[in-house]
């Protein structure tokens, strides 16, 4: 009893070390700037938690936001996964019912680090149930602080896949009980994880699709149980009710094709169940003909539902091509560099992990086979699915590692006591040297992770991308915080009902730094709303003015990096603005019109006039010809691109700088009103009365 | 009411029965954004009767924005005399009365100096003006000190903020050098009377007004007092016309010479962790400096400021307690500022003070150095509260910097109350190890497991199993020691008695097994069979000692010869090394 409470103890003190460490490492953005919200999604996510824990649960449900998708507005409770949301919000409530008075921000921001303890938590039990506690501690370790995840959930990184990951592997870990047992009481047990998934992130569709493609291969290898029959028609009933409940989800799971794998699955598990039930009872001739007259029926109903469905999952992928989502740098497919940056020894590892379950096999490790298999598959389609990968990964090196280690350190411990108590044992002096070797070289390469895992964290994944630091060559450290200068000027000395133009990826930032109307923003489900202000931007100014008149905008937002060279600024993203105004509008826009006639992408004197006379050109370099940087390059030098710019004598007519921020990363522009109309002639206005009175707004076909 | 403001009128009409201003200075200084007033005033008993105080007058249109007034005597440790606000019967405008600490006797003379403060009073003119304009302002007063009292002789001095002026009211001829403009000396002046003055002129100085703030103090017992000020800031001078150029604004040094880029924020000495936050996060333009005697913040907002333009920003700071904190017993004074420098000159045009006393305070009484609205106390809860803080709220609109000083708060407390949160730390703690420990000792199953009760069962007999064969296999050893001692000695009883005792202990020790065996096999583990199976091999064991011992026995009689012997024993203890290992790999299968 003792030995099992030292264990248990020691169990317990790793996880509460692993969870500790990967709380940590994850803290490096908030010890070197601040407790602050990252990047872009993040922003959106803690104005709704904002506006959860102002406003009440209902009223975020109903939540109707009229500044996001000026004129549409967006139905924010129907479009969200709200799991995260309400994870903080209920957090935050708990702490302020016990009079812990923590805001809503710090909340949100330490929500990922503190999940991603729970995340060691869940993969250490799955890995238990796969292999033996001691693979479950090394695989809680290095889930806390394997760089593939830790890019989803550092401190300030407010997402959905923060939480999603816990869920994920928690729900995994309860089917693999599930089956295990049979029981009904994991199998809800699992359900509920599951909701808590659907309601948290997209991602549950490849938990829908693994466990039935997990019963499917278990049928096919003959290893139905009544354990498995139970687990499942639990799991896809009670799941399917439950995630049906979420309202951005709906009545997706029985209508999608995403979803009718599950389906399938299930009755076809019914249909195997129920012949097994019939073979005890028939005799052999009829249970052929029942069999013959099953199986076409089964294959009328499977072939009239998968005719139905217009796309299959796999055309899902073909969508990259549609050019808003494959400007998103994280829809790229994954390079080799990046899957050893992320989980580095790990990716070596995992096979052998994955081969000492197959080796040695059991319902539950066919389970992690397919997870790992298709897990691999997925990460190769696109950078993001990276994370669904790297718990699997954790495991099955996990695995490998500890499996090693038992052969070469496990059997000399067990076997001390019996050496000692008689001579007879033969002592296999010859092979000490080659396991210390050994284990030596293994705690070499771990200790070479969990450098590297620092390593990545401190330097690729710890920046909060809204405040730049810049370093000095004494050390000192600059803080270059244009965006929020920018936009608390935006927040301050605006109309509060003041509508912002600018590129889709700065709307969340501005509805949640700039509390401002904006026209389009990072939930890009309205591609010709997204096109109609890429054609703004890069139109010429009276163009792009009757455009603005029409969107009623007032002021327009870029980033413009020439004077710093920062490179991720809107004239780098510019091609993707032309590419998409071209898409909905191709008669006004043409990509080729922005290169030169070689074919390239230019700013300065070579590049093309209507590139040099578009509004973004214009917005970005106006007034910056007169600027010299330094002493050793002209004025109008943009340090982005190295060119000297080709326009600099940039005069705006319907704009007006209205604010430039000190590194003139932010510029804003006042899109003026339209000026007094001349007095007209008793003549002309009798003419003109008619017409005059037409509202804009109607006709927007003229402008195009 | 009608008694009393009758009872006023007689007293007003009584004191400026007599007084005359015999001699007056009064100095304008309109350097800032604020209008600040002295009147250095020579009074004199005209009358028959000693004189108790005296009234001083403020003009209708200067009154409203009045923020301070202050009476002194003319040396500079006097104190101020006690003022009170009443009414003229007749005059538009705003009356004081001031208490003399002693009586002026008839024919008396008397100095005193009065000291106002004005707030938005000088007002841009053009409103609104481009980022490469100056700003201009107008300023409208009075030429003569309003006064009940007729005057016999006055100047009047104003100092302005630039040498340019666009134009300003001429009467009397006045001088105008540099920045300063002398009107005077006017003679004979009668009560009340007025004179409109007017000046025009560029006044580039930060004309920044705190339109609210809010602030905060939470006192601990525990040695810390934490101030936070949240504070809405707007730039109240002529408006931004047309764009802002960055360009400009960075290239050109008076480009925006009226725009505010940052300004300093005296903190008291002792102020630690200080921030400088707003909504959406730390400030980062900003620089903190420990001086001897005070903590500097050089606040620089996100943006520069231009006229109209506004920010809001929360700075804090955490205080030792024990400077501000005095006891006696269970008796406490908090004695700190109400309203702490923000800025040089500044204007507050609303402020809140929330004073969050320690949970348990009781018998609350505030001394504020000039009256200030009290709202309703508040509870205010954080960490580890029950109950909740008070927490006394006042307001008070148009403050100046002459109304930074101390309020005092008294309040009595029990110490005893001081052990409350650590000991509900204690409290949670020792619950939550309590539900640990339970839920780890106590079995709540509904229903009883069979199989792991089995399983224990079988366990613990395995374990003892183990131990029972261990034992044998040390008996053979002890057995072959005895051998090698005989082989030595010859000693043949020795070898006997030790061959028996084998004997005896290994048929307990075999018996003991095969009972534990029968026991696996009741509980029905397929166990049993490789104990049996451990048995066996032990039989053949048994048997190989028994032969080694025989052949000892041979040797030593002389019946075998060495040689034999010794490869023999090779193939016994061979024979023995091979089985002990089958027998080690079924223990270690068990």
Known sequence: ASVSGFLSLLSFTILFLAWLAGFSSRLFAVIRFESIIHEFDPWFNYRSTHHLSTNGFYEFLNWFDERAWYPLGRIVGGTVYPGLMVTAGLIHYILNLLHVTVHIRDVCVFLAPVFSGLTAVSTFLLTRELWNQGAGLLAACFIAIVPGYISRSVAGSFDNEGIAIFALQFTYYLWVKSVKTGSVFWTIGCCLSYFYMVSAWGGYVFIINLIPLHVFVLLLMQRFSRRLYIAYSTFYIVGLVLSMQIPFVGFQPIRTSEHMAAAGVFALLQAYAFLQYLKDRLTRQEFQTLFFLGVSLAAGVVFLTLTKPSLPPLLRYAKIHIPIIASVSEHQPTTWVSFFFDLHILVCTFPAGLWFCIKNINDERVFVALYAISAVYFAGVMVRLMLTLTPVVCMLSAIAFSSVFEHYLGDDMKRENPIKQHPFYPVKNSSVYSKLIVTMLMLML???????????????????????????????????????????????????????????????????????????????????????????????????????????????????GGVIGYSGDDINKFLWMVRIAEGEHPKDIRESDYFTPQGEFRVDKAGSPTLLNCLMYKMSYYRFGEMQLDFRTPPGFDRTRNAEIGNKDIRLKHLEEAFTSEHWLVRIYRVKKQENRQALDHKLRNIAAKQKYTSKKVLPSRFH | MQRSLIACFFRASLCAEGLVNEDVKRTLDLSSHLAKITAEIQLANHGASRVNGFTLALEAELAPHLAFIGVKGEEEEDESLELKETTVHGQSGKFFEAQLPSSLAPGAKLRVKVETVFSHVLKPFPTHITQAERQLVVFQGNHYLYSPYPTRSQTTRVRLASKTVESYTKLGNPTKSDETVEYGPFKDVPPFSQDAMKIHYENNTPFLSISSITRTVEVSHWGNIAVEETIDLRHTGAYLKGPFSRYDYQRQSDSGISSVKSFKTILPASAQDVYYRDEIGNISTSHLQVLDDSVEVEIRPRFPLFGG????????????SYEYLYNLGDQYALKLRLVDHVYDDQVIDQLTVKLILPEGARNIHMDTPYPITRS???????????????????????????????????YTFNKILMLQEPLLVVGAFYILFFTVIIYVRLDFSITKDPAAEVRMKVASITEQVLTLVNKRLGLYRHMDEVVNRY???????????????????????????????????????????????????DNQLKDLVCRSCQEAERLVAGKVKKDTYIDSDKTLSGKRQELVSRIDSLLDAL
């Open chain 2, 487 to 537: 082989k030595q000695t010859r000693d043949t009883g020795a070898l006997n008695s030790g061959r028996k005792t084998l004997e005896a202990e290994h048929r307990t020790l075999s018996n003991d097994i095969s009972a534990l065996q029968a026991r696996l096999k009741s509980e029905g583990s397929d166990l049993a069979e490789k104990v049996g199976e451990i048995q066996k091999l």
């Open chain 2, 376 to 410: 309703q106390d508040e509870l205010h809860y954080t960490y580890l509260d029950t109950f909740g803080r008070p927490v006394l709220v006042a307001t008070k609109n148009n403050l100046v910097e002459q109304h930074i000083q101390d309020v005092v708060v008294h």
């Open chain 1, 446 to 560: 771990l200790m070479m992770f969990a450098v590297h895992c620092t390593w990545v964290t401190s330097n690729a994944y710890s920046s909060p991308s809204v405040v730049l630091a810049s370093y000095n060559h004494d050390g000192s450290r600059n803080i270059l915080d244009d965006f929020r200068e920018a936009y608390y000027w935006l927040r301050q000395n605006t109309d509060e009902h003041a509508r912002v133009m600018s590129w889709w990826d700065y709307g969340y930032q501005i509805a949640g730094m700039a509390n401002r109307t904006t026209l389009v923003d990072n939930n890009t489900w309205n591609n010709s709303h997204i096109a109609l202000v890429g054609k703004a931007m890069s139109s010429n100014e009276s163009a792009a003015y009757e455009i603005m008149k029409s969107l009623d905008v007032d002021y327009v937002l870029i980033i413009f």
């Open chain 2, 309 to 320: 333009w506004k920010t809001h920003y929360i700075v804090g700071y955490n205080l030792p």
